[in-house]
């Protein structure tokens, strides 16, 4: 089993749809969990980190749920910018593992 | 601040050239992480180091990988010799005292192909 795992996709949606991605992890030891976005030809960026209360910022909701090891995104009213490849990233004690990504395509 | 500043942004070699890659973490972070990006196999940790000091290098694919931090501002990947398997993104990536080795940033990275 792949220590995160991710639909690939691409998930093609219109402006203003509302997308959710999946994510689940192999470790159960893990610490903390993150969701970073590369665009396309760039270097990855954080989103958010994922808190087990679950967390919002704007558009965008995250929440994990440790019994079953998996992490979702939920991204509201898309845009046209937020179409990238989003990681789902899950830390350990000092190191980083990240999944391969699953790619978002807004279209207007 | 600059950021993660990496040279070069690409590189083309011929397989069995010696291939460096650089990178000048954001100042002030203690950690440094190199690594590989491909379409089949994603985002690997290569190498990280703490404080300029290798903390776990198992990532490093094979002895033909090197690399080295001789100061907390300068990172150096050497592949030698280089195989067109080795083409891929490279990144450096650098995070803070403070937020512990979890929240990283990334430089641009080096696009290398090796022919």
């Known amino acids: 089993r792949k220590e995160v795992e991710q639909d690939p996709g691409p998930f093609n949606v219109p402006e203003g749809a509302t997308v959710a991605f999946n994510c689940t992890y192999s470790?159960?030891?893990?610490?903390?969990f993150f969701w970073y976005r590369q665009d396309c030809r760039k270097e990855p960026k954080l989103l958010m980190s994922?808190?087990?209360s679950g967390n919002e910022d704007g558009r965008f909701t995250a929440q994990l749920n440790r019994a079953s090891q998996y992490i979702s995104l939920l991204i509201r009213d898309s845009k046209l910018s937020d179409s990238a490849t989003y990681l789902c990233?899950?830390?350990?004690?000092?190191?980083?593992?990240f999944g391969k990504g699953t790619m978002l395509l807004v279209s207007p | 601040d600059a950021g993660v500043i990496q040279s070069p942004r690409h590189e083309v070699t011929e397989m069995g050239q010696e291939v460096t890659l650089r990178c000048k973490p954001i100042?002030?972070?203690?950690?440094l992480f190199w690594y590989r990006q491909t379409m089949m196999r994603g985002l690997e940790l290569l190498i990280y180091?703490?404080?300029?000091?290798?903390?776990?290098d198992s990532g490093m694919p094979e002895d033909r990988f090197s690399a080295k931090m001789p100061n907390a501002s300068f990172s150096t990947l050497k592949i030698q010799p280089s195989e067109p398997r080795d083409s891929a993104v490279y990144f450096c990536?650098?995070?803070?005292?403070?937020?512990?080795?979890?929240?990283?940033?990334f430089g641009p990275g080096t696009r290398l192909t090796v022919t």
């Open positions: 180091f703490n404080n300029n000091v290798p903390i776990d």
């Open positions: 990233v899950v830390s350990g004690y000092s190191t980083l593992t």
């Open positions: 100042s002030g972070h203690d950690y």
């Open positions: 994922v808190y087990s």
């Open positions: 470790n159960s030891a893990s610490q903390s």
């Open positions: 990536a650098s995070s803070p005292i403070a937020g512990g080795p979890n929240e990283q940033y």
